[in-house]
């Protein structure tokens, strides 16, 4: 038995589900006496549809916005101050500080993006020409970007089912050269942690998290950006909380602290961190300025007081829903590594072909509950630009050694991730739904499922 069986066992017995559906999954049309739902019509084949209006889930921080974010916005407008630099009152301390606690780390760091935390991130760990850094093929691109804007070298592993990278396909990867490993928990849930840290400290390279997509996802009981070395998030608009924009560095090493802190800031230390790192240990070195504004703080230290609360509001409407499909015959998920941490941002279903695929997103949308692929990031290496090794100038130190210009991207550097992301589909869930949105959702996909039978 695979490892993601008793994992989903226990799931389920967790929210009060075991063998058949649960009383509330019958109520949503899953019952005995309901079970005609089989022979129903597909909207897409002229049937009544589920829903009449279609049901959709807007960004999930700007549903939660109030007068929390309203009066920290107006103390910014009032102080006439929005430089980040000014003291206990600063309102981007008063972020790092208050995420840094939450997710259970020493230091968190406010950046101007996900992309540039991703790039603070590298810097700190000293990641430059002639090293190599691994990185799932399927992820954003600021992921790849930012190791090639340090002048080091890319090198893509395949994904699992969960479509996070795959610990078996790590090491094979690793060289002399290796410096880093880049675990990405996307779309809500955390990469297999355990495993990817035990490869890198067998052979002494460092791991960077990336939660840009999972920001309050944990694994094993911990917050995902509080198990690697260094780890990073996002907070542009699709994102758990945000301010639109905005990102952040943590890390629980003074030292990598240390770097980023002068590489977000022209070098520099002020003021208090100054005084919390006594002065520093570091010499100061080329650096960028990616500071965030007062603003942007101002919105994430009322975003992060709203952290839990909508992570828990989307987890349980992802687990009724879960619980309501999970007797489904040969019904198969997205794999996950800690249900219980995971968010729950979409239900996927692997509907075994890409062309059985594309029917489940017809017919799902047809019935008012429409359903996407895997999104928000991208198959990396068959990336036009990618492939082609494009970069700003054509002597860019990441493709000039020996390494760099033996190294093929392409579709056939990941048939594995081609393939996964290619035959999955999910219907995202909101934090504020109703009940009857859920049951909507349940017997929609109950509905189209059934008709289509098991891959």
Known sequence: MSQAAPNRRAFLQSIGAVGAASVWAASAGASVAQAADVKDKLAVEGGVPVRKKALSSGPYGPQFYDDVEKRELIEVLESKSPFRWRGEESKVLKFEKAYAAHIGVKYALGVTSGTTALYTAMAAL??????????????WYADYDAIALCGALPVFAEIDESFAIDPKDIEARITPRTK????????????????????????KIRVVEDCAQCCGG???????????????????LSKTITAGEGGAVTTNDATLFE?????????????PYKELLKGGAL????????????????????????LDAICKAVHANFAKVYQGVADLPGIKFRKSHDLEGDLGMNVFLDLGTSQRRAK???AMGAEGVPASPPGGSAILPSTNWIESKATVHPAWPSFQTAQGKAIRYGAEACPRTIDIIGRFAGVRIGPKYTEEDLKDIVQAIRKVYQAMGPA
């Not at 000293?126 to 992820?139: C, F, Q, R, S």
């Not at 490993?181 to 942690?193: E, K, R, S, V, Y």
């Not at 355990?194 to 890198?200: R, V």
């Not at 980023?260 to 003021?271: E, K, M, P, W, Y």
Request: charged share 20%; aromatic share 10%; glycine share 8%.
């Open 259 to 271: 770097r980023a802190l002068r590489f977000h800031d022209v070098s520099t230390i002020r003021t």
């Open 360 to 362: 489940y997103l017809r």
């Open 126 to 139: 000293e990641v430059g020409p002639g090293d190599e850094v691994i990185l799932p093929a399927w992820t």
């Open 180 to 203: 880093a490993i880049i675990a990405c928990h996307l779309q809500g849930t955390p990469a297999d942690m355990d495993p990817i840290i035990e490869i890198a400290r067998k052979h």
């Open 218 to 236: 944990r694994y094993k009981g911990k917050f995902v950006g509080s198990i690697g070395d260094i780890g990073i998030n996002s907070f542009q």
């Open 283 to 306: 010499s100061s070195f080329v650096a960028c300025n990616f500071r965030m504004n007062e603003f942007t703080g101002a919105v994430m230290s009322a975003q992060v007081q709203k």
